[in-house]
């Protein structure tokens, strides 16, 4: 039975530059696929292409393309799919292929766009309101605010650019799972009502798309780890019949936990993992280890796809900015917050939204550890962090720290990394639109 | 007397986020140590636990294929990964924060707890 093998080299955008190397030269991948765009990413890029027409791509798949260039010059067939493109898949094509072409390297690079739904936005609120999926509020309310929105396109337009001899593959918004289905639907040719098997390779893609968390990031058992610094990066060996098995090119490979951890990672309702090209059911799967480091993946089971695509909006929601002092010596608990209070106190004027936090005292999950056991610290960091819609007052905010370190309690130190950075919040809104109205486009550059 | 264990003892997890919501992934490690988690860490003790950090509504989807919980706590990521002014804007920790829960000791914990060498 014939089989393929598709590599996740990269999680997020910040992930290892080294990662995805690697994987290419140890992991006799047919396909590579790289992830870059987080939910927020895009307003990002949104505005990086406003200043200037050619950027507004994740600008670190050039970096790791770059360094593969020899890595796919001994594997001609190897090829790449990834939304690196986000904004502008055309300008961050343009650019690989210079790059390419330096290294002497003739490959094919198709762009897929069209979900980018700024342009027409104006037009199709009218008879599509965008409303928010999580509060129920009308788009009207934050349009003028808006930076991004952009459709999670699926696999189809993916298969499509593959089908015209696309070595490389560069998108803007695609659903992550999708950039695994979309070469298992080309090298398959399985048909797009075909949902078990839809199912099977988008939980894959699902199981892979945070790099390394599927095959010891994360783990609970992080100790049974061994080398964290190579930890390995996970590869789908996918068959015809919809079943696959998962490893990884070094570390720990894919035990049934890591795997079952990173299988209901943020998933809502597991049996009903909506994705453009599927409802998959996560709770069908069965799973059998193939060997120490391989887990084998079968019986998934799928449904119709709505008939919608999830939009990720963003919308500009005024400033931010965190601050950090470390408080040591008796009573460092009470002394952070005094320092927190005296600060905001300092400034004179509210802000929209303020937080002060103990960190070391329980504040990833806050009010949840007894106050008794905070009291008996001998150290913590106190990080105030402050939300307005005026720019000017969290400017003057970030000059707030230093001052406490002559002006305020004793042990008040770790003041050497310069004052806080102001940075413009992008809210997120999410929303659907019906499919039949949204155009994906595939283009091959010549 | 009852003695005490932790929730860690018998299950492991993971967490994260969707928009202002947290995802809690919680995992037993043999058969029986799911059965305890169905009838015990139900969404009202999950939300006792979490109390402090006021989510809105707790629900619990079940994944008995591999022994697992995923519960959803609603609106308590403060504003989410773009707005929160928490430390922890998308609940990484949270799944470890719930495996600290104390439980009372299953009389048939034996049958919850995998030997490292029997393990896959």
Known sequence: MKTIRIGNGCGFWGDSVDAPIRLAQRGKLDYLTLEYLAELTMSILALQKQRDPAAGFAGDFLDVLQRLAPTLGQQPKLKIITNAGGMNPLACAQRAREILQKAGLARRIAIVSGDDLLPQLDELVPTHPFTNLDTGAALQSIRPRVVSANAYLGAKPIADALAQGADIVITGRVADASLTVGPAMHEFGWKWDDWDRLSAVSVAGHLIECGAQVCGGLWCRWREVGDWSDIGYPFVDLADDGTFTISSDAGPGVTRETLIEQLLYEVGDPARYLTPDVVADFTSVALEPADARTMHVAAARGTSATDTYKVSIAYRDGYMASGTLTIAGPDAVAKARLCGATLLKRIGHAFARSNVECLGAGACAPGLQPAADAARLAEVVLRVSVHDPDKTKVERFAKEFAPLVTSGPPGVTGYTTGRPQVREVFAYWPALIEKSVVQAKVEVLA | ?120
């Open chain 2, 1 to 120: 007397m009852s003695e005490r264990i932790r929730l860690s003892d018998i299950a492991h997890g993971r967490s994260g986020d969707k928009g202002n919501h947290a995802n809690i992934a919680v995992i037993s490690y043999t058969h029986a140590g799911y059965e305890w988690l169905r009838t015990f860490l139900t969404e009202e003790s999950v939300a006792k636990y979490f109390a402090p950090m006021q989510p809105s509504r707790v629900e619990r989807f079940e994944a008995p294929n591999v022994w697992g919980l995923n519960f959803v706590l609603h609106d308590v990521l403060a504003g989410g990964a773009s707005r929160s002014l928490r430390i922890d804007t998308q609940g990484k920790t949270l799944a470890l924060t719930l495996l600290q829960m104390e439980i009372d000791r299953p009389a048939n914990l034996e049958e919850m707890i995998v030997m490292k060498e029997v393990l896959s």
